[in-house]
């Protein structure tokens, strides 16, 4: 059950896109159709923003998308906001009942 | 609305046990599997563990298999999580939280944070 892999960092501009990889294995993220993504804004709960690789949960703005290619997922905010600062997290169904998660991406809003 | 309420901080000793509570309130209690998240300080989010409303069966990650047992009280609602031979870096934020689908997490609690001494 080792970690998926994140970049520590990201940043863009208002208005840019950016992409947060996460990377897995074929046993995890390229296997089962399971990956979500959570924000987590300094000193609060996490927040899912995208579950089943490419799917919003209602209220999520359609800024937020997600896509899957192999073993790497991947997040795309579209036309950032100083809003979208904030920790972003991925995670996987890993087989035999367990869910790995990411270490985690700080994303700054320049 | 789905809430999920924590029991309060604990401050521990290396070596003690420590229960943690979530209640939940808000959907159909045994329609949805719950987890247990954590968050070490500074540090990113590990799953530790989930169980199985319907039937309380449980899996755990490796690391904790030793050391933690969830369970839950159906009347009241309520989940718990006892972890065992508690030692300074598991000092974390807890969090239950209740399954969504594909394996995510749509609803957390507040967190609660277990401080391990040496």
């Given at each position: 059950q ?6 520590p960092?990201a940043?863009?501009s208002?208005g840019q896109?950016v992409v947060i990889s ?13 990956v ?6 300094s ?8 579950y089943?690789?490419?799917k919003r949960p209602?209220g999520?703005p359609?800024?937020?998308?997600g ?7 991947s997040?795309?905010v579209?036309g950032?906001q100083?809003?979208d600062?904030?920790?972003y997290y ?12 990411g270490g ?7 | ?6 029991s309060?901080?604990e401050?521990?000793k290396?070596g ?8 939940t ?7 949805y599997d719950?987890?247990?998240v954590?968050?070490a ?9 989930r ?6 069966g449980t899996?755990y ?5 030793d ?12 989940l718990y ?8 870096d598991?000092?974390?934020v807890y969090y239950c939280?209740?399954s969504?689908g ?5 609803s957390?609690?507040q967190?609660?944070?277990?401080t391990?001494?040496?």
């Open positions: 080792s970690a998926l892999t994140q970049p960092s940043s863009g208002p896109s996460c990377t897995g294995t074929s046993s995890d993220v390229g296997y089962y159709n399971s979500s993504w959570y924000q987590q804004h000193g609060k709960v996490p927040k899912l923003i995208i089943g690789i490419t209602s999520v359609d800024r937020f998308s896509s899957r290619s192999g073993n790497e997922a997040l795309t579209s950032l100083a809003e600062e904030a920790d991925c995670s996987s169904y890993a087989g035999s009942n367990t869910v790995v998660f985690g991406t700080k994303l700054t809003v320049l | 609305q789905v809430q999920l309420v924590q309060g901080a401050l521990k290396a003690a046990s420590v229960k943690v509570s979530c209640k309130s808000g959907y159909t209690f045994t329609d719950m987890y247990w954590r968050q300080p500074g540090q990113g989010l590990e799953w530790v563990g169980i199985t409303v319907k039937d309380g899996n990650a490796q690391k904790f298999q050391r933690v047992t969830m369970t839950m009280d159906t009347p009241t609602r309520t999580i006892e972890m065992t031979s508690l030692r300074p598991d000092t974390a939280a209740k969504w594909w394996w995510s997490f749509d957390w609690g967190g609660t944070l277990v391990v001494s040496p």
